[in-house]
């Protein structure tokens, strides 16, 4: 699933884009950018491409953003063997792992906060979601493990072929 959002600093905003894996609600391709552009969405999702490297087709869901229905990103999809899924219009539900994690993510680290330039809080979110969400935050959905201790634990399980 991917989705972008906004962080208010005082240079102006600056947007984020992350690719969530619904499996495990690790945060596998994450890009910020000064304009919410198509390259700031291909930028998230080149990073998840890179490090899963999936070797079956794989269904990238997101919303109707011009970001996702652009023919950089349909060329992008069909070269990488992914298949593009999208909300109804209007239908917001279809995203709410991507909003629950900008919710977490805007709730846990930048509360009031006004960052002073857009590198300084790129440096956050990256610091957010590289240290703290993907390692530590337990996700109820994941048995109150972190998303990297559920895959650990899913590949321990797979390989003992349970």
């Known amino acids: 699933m991917t989705d972008i959002t906004y962080i208010?600093?005082?240079?102006?905003?600056?947007?984020?884009?992350?690719?969530?894996?619904l499996f495990s609600r690790r945060v596998v391709g994450w890009s910020a950018q000064p304009r919410m552009t198509t390259d700031l969405a291909l930028q998230a999702l080149l990073a998840a491409v890179w490090r899963r490297k999936p070797k079956a087709k794989v269904t990238i869901h997101s919303d109707q953003g011009s970001q996702f229905t652009?023919?950089?990103?349909?060329?992008f999809?069909?070269?990488?063997n992914l298949?593009?899924?999208m909300s109804r219009r209007g239908?917001?539900?279809d995203n709410a792992v991507a909003e629950s994690f900008f919710q977490l993510l805007k709730r846990e680290r930048i509360r009031r906060r006004t960052y002073q330039t857009r590198e300084t809080a790129r440096q956050d979110m990256?610091?957010?979601i590289g240290m703290f969400y993907n390692p530590k935050r337990k996700h109820t959905n994941n048995g109150m493990l972190s998303p990297v201790d559920f895959e650990i634990r899913q590949q321990k399980l797979n390989e003992a072929g349970v």
């Open 70 to 75: 652009s023919r950089e990103w349909q060329r």
């Open 77 to 80: 999809l069909s070269q990488h």
């Open 126 to 128: 990256f610091d957010y």
């Open 8 to 21: 208010k600093t005082h240079e102006g905003w600056l947007y984020l884009a992350v690719v969530i894996d």
């Open 83 to 85: 298949d593009a899924s």
């Open 91 to 93: 239908n917001c539900h």
